[in-house]
Structures are given as C-alpha cells and as structure tokens.
C-alpha cells in the first residue's frame, strides 16, 4: 500500500514538474518575442539615462505584452490540443498534452493579467511621472518611494469602489467577505475589467472587420478597371519633377514662396508615395495584380460572414437551448469530444476566426478616433505610450477568450476564474451583446463593400478628375452603373 501510494505522489510529482516546465518555455519564447517587439518601437534616447530601472520598466512591459499573446493564444492552444488527442488517443508522446496543463495555462494567464494590471503597470507608470517627494534627496529610491506610495493610495481607492460596488449588488456577501481581499475582490475587480474589455471589443471588432479590407488593400497590389498605369505614372513623375525644382528654388526665391514651403513639402511627399505605388502596380506580375489582391478581398469577406453566420446561429441557440450559455468548467476533459460539430475542420476553421476577430478588434482600436494617438511609431514611441499601449492589448485580449465564447466562435467553456464572472449568466445581457455584435458588422461589412464599389467605379470612369469633389451625394449608384453599362456597350 506504502508503495502504491509514493507511486502516485511520485507521478503527480513528475507531472508538476513537466507543467512547469513547459508554462516556462512557453513564456520564455513570448517574453523574448514581446522584449524584439518593444524594442524596434520604443524611443532609444529615453533609455540613456544611466538609471537600471529605467530597463526594469520595460521589462515590466515586456511582461505584461507577454501575458497579453498568451491570452490571445489560450483558446486556440486548448482548441488544438483537443483536436490533437482525438486524433491520437494513443500516442506515447502525447500524453503531456492533457487537461491539467490546459487549466494550469488558464490559471496562470489569469494571476499574471490580475497582477499586471493592477500593480505592475500602474507602478511603472507611476515610476516614469515622478520625481520623489518635496524635500528628499532626489535619486532613485525617492522616485520608487513616491511610486509605492501612489500605488497604495490607487489600491485602497480601488478596494474602497469595488467593495461600494459590491455592497450596492450583492449586499449580504459584500458584508461577509470585508476581509477576503484574495478569493472576492480582486476577482471581482477583474469581472468588471474583463466587462470593460468585451464591450471595448464590442465596439472595436466590428469597426476594425470593415477595417481590414482597406489595411490589407494597402499592402496588396490592387487591379484597376479601365486604367493606364503607364499614362498616370508619366503625369505623376512630371508633377513630380515640378514639385522638385520648386523646392530646390525656394531657398533664392520670395519670402511669399518660402512661407508655402512646407505645403510644397508634404505634396511632393504625397506626389512621391503615389509614384511609388504606381511603379510597384506597373512591375507586379498579372498573377499578383489581378488574382492576389481578389483572392486576398474574398478570404476577408468569407472569414467576416462566417462570424456573422455564427453569431446569428448562436442567437438562435441561446433562444432555445440553455447549454448555449457561456459559462465555467473545472476540467476540460480533453481528447473526449471535438467541439465543433464539422470535427477537426470545424476546429480549425474555429482558431482562424478567434485570430482573426483579434487582429481585427487591434485594427479597430487603433483605427477609432479616440485612439488613434496611442499608435506606436518605429523608434519613436515613448516609455508612457508603451505602458498604454501594453495595457491596452492586455484588456483586450484577456477578454478574447470570454468575447469567443459569449458570440459561440467556440463552444470550449471558460476554464478556472476566467468562468467566475459574475454577468456571464445573464441571458439578457448575453443576448443583447450577441445581438449588437451582429447588427454593427452587418452594417459596417454593407457600408464597406457599398462605398468600395462606388469608389472604384469613380475611378474607373474617371470621374474623380472632375473639378468639383465627385462625392456618394453628387453621383448616385444607379448612376454608375448605368454609365458603366453604357461605355462598356
């Protein structure tokens, strides 16, 4: 009996062991990964200061965009090894891929996004803004003691909303759980984070899915109707050369002529990069320029109607079936089922959408007004605008995993604290998101097909050389087409 029971210690020993190995090299690749990303952003001369913490807040960073991917990654990795042990359910080298290394992962994503969020990034923000308190030789102890500080006065504000929170919604637990900081509130600071999150993605996916198809239209070749790439270009390279020689005699020229310098610049500039373009269009292949950019328009317009199929698939499920709800599970039980209904086709085709629907929400924040400024530039992205823009990506995509699953992209239900979410069983609110979710990327996918054939049909018939601004209120579709009818006649 003695011996039966070291075995079992001994294999649960080993099997801790082998999770921990594996979490840290996995880690260990992110963070190497996030410290090459940050670096080719962040601003160099900020980082000559001679002061070691002034690295340690980018390290700081670092770790917290590391959590970020490995959030992002969560579903996908568990989706896999699913599909993975279903189809070798026997396989000797597979055996370290089971459920208890899935929910560790989870667990993990979930302590280190609790623990970014809350202590390192406001500590390192906090480090950057200050100075040390009045009267304290200055150095770096006085910057680290009045950024501790700030962070203690910002938890006890923090503790003291949440817990006014709780009280207003749940007044009996509230008052029991005073004291239990560990197991009620920082969970529960962290429902109401994951909430922001998922309703920042309700808003930013659908905007960034309209998005995609101008970003990736910008770095494709794209096929223009009726147009002679050689004509245009021979025009913009003599426009070009006239911008050229007035700003090379703008230096002897009036003072009238100097002051309209910096206008010539940036239309010289504008002038050059559609040169560029041009000249890149003139040199693809027919192959590119006709089948790439077509093939590239399609495959966006199918992942997007994919996602809204589902998402009206699931409105209907969450109408008649209750286990369409998203909620929380302790062990995955994986290698038992596939969670698609397609097999591993249907799981595949599951982890391109939770990827996709993650670029598109990144293209969308960064595209919306009220973030636009928060835009890292190649070497010219200071340490504040990093820590926002590390905070940003770690809200969103710790709330990937529970957005997936609220729209029904998946149906692998949220493991460890990720499923303790106090709003995720609420069918109203569940419903109506779903419901938003599919009404702003219909009209935002209508709007972005609609204005884009337009617009190519301006192009193409040449009215946009007109004088007067050619706009959608100046020439109608049926306009276009009947134009386009006739000319082709």
Not at 142 to 152: I, K, P, Q
Not at 309 to 317: D, I, K, Q, R, S
Not at 431 to 445: E, H, R, V
Request: charged share 15%.
């Amino acid at each position: 009996m003695e011996t039966d029971d070291v075995s079992v210690r001994e294999q649960l020993f080993h099997n801790r062991v082998r999770e921990t190995i594996i979490c840290v090299l996995l880690f260990t690749c992110l963070y190497m990964v996030s410290y090459l990303i940050l670096t080719h952003f962040k601003k160099t001369a900020e980082f000559v200061t001679g002061e070691f913490l002034d690295f340690d807040k980018l390290w700081l960073c670092t770790f917290t965009l590391s959590v970020a991917v490995c959030a992002v990654l969560l579903l996908p990795i568990s989706i896999l090894s699913n599909e993975v042990l279903l189809t070798f359910p026997q396989s000797y080298y597979m055996q370290w891929l089971n459920g208890s290394l899935i929910h560790g992962l989870w667990n993990l994503v979930f302590l280190f996004s609790n623990l970014s969020l809350v202590f390192l990034m406001p500590f390192a923000y906090f480090f950057t803004e200050s100075e040390g308190f009045a009267g304290s030789r200055k150095g770096v102890m006085a910057r680290v003691y009045e950024a501790v500080v700030l962070l203690l006065l910002l938890a006890l504000l923090v503790l003291g909303i949440v817990w006014v929170a709780s009280a207003l919604l749940h007044d009996n637990i509230a008052r029991k759980s005073l004291y239990d900081l560990w197991e009620y509130y920082l969970p529960y600071l962290y429902s109401g984070i994951s909430l922001f999150g998922v309703l920042l993605l309700l808003l930013c996916t659908p905007f960034g899915l309209s998005r995609m198809f101008s970003v990736t239209g910008s770095l494709l070749v794209k096929p223009r109707l009726l147009e002679d790439v050689e004509d245009i270009l021979s025009c913009t390279t003599f426009e070009e050369d006239s911008l050229s020689r007035k700003l090379n005699c703008g230096s002897t020229a009036s003072c009238w002529v100097k002051l309209n310098m910096e206008g010539m610049k940036k239309e010289y500039q504008t002038v050059l990069s559609k040169r560029i373009a041009l000249e890149m269009r003139r040199k693809a292949s027919p192959w590119q320029r006709n089948l790439g950019y077509p093939l590239a328009m399609l495959v966006l317009l199918a992942l997007t109607v994919m996602c809204v199929l589902m998402v009206c698939f699931n409105v209907l499920e969450l109408l008649l079936d209750e286990t369409a709800m998203p909620r929380g599970m302790e062990d995955p039980h994986l290698g038992m089922a596939s969670f698609s209904m397609f097999g591993s086709l249907g799981a595949a085709v599951q982890v391109v959408l939770i990827l996709y629907l993650m670029v598109s929400s990144v293209v969308g924040f960064y595209s919306s007004p009220l973030f636009t400024g928060l835009l890292p530039r190649a070497q010219d992205t200071n340490l504040t605008q990093i820590i926002a823009n590390c905070v940003s990506l770690l809200i969103l995509s710790s709330a990937l995993p529970v957005f997936s699953r609220t729209i029904g992209i998946t149906r692998f239900d949220l493991l460890g604290d990720f499923g303790r979410y106090n709003w995720l069983g609420n069918f109203y609110i569940v419903f109506l998101y779903n419901m938003l979710f599919a009404g702003l990327t219909s009209a935002s996918l209508i709007k972005t097909v609609t204005w884009a054939v337009q617009r190519e049909l301006i192009r193409a018939f040449g009215l946009h050389r007109l004088p007067l601004t050619v706009s959608r209120s100046t020439v109608p579709f049926r306009l276009l087409l009947a134009s386009g009818l006739s000319k082709i006649q």
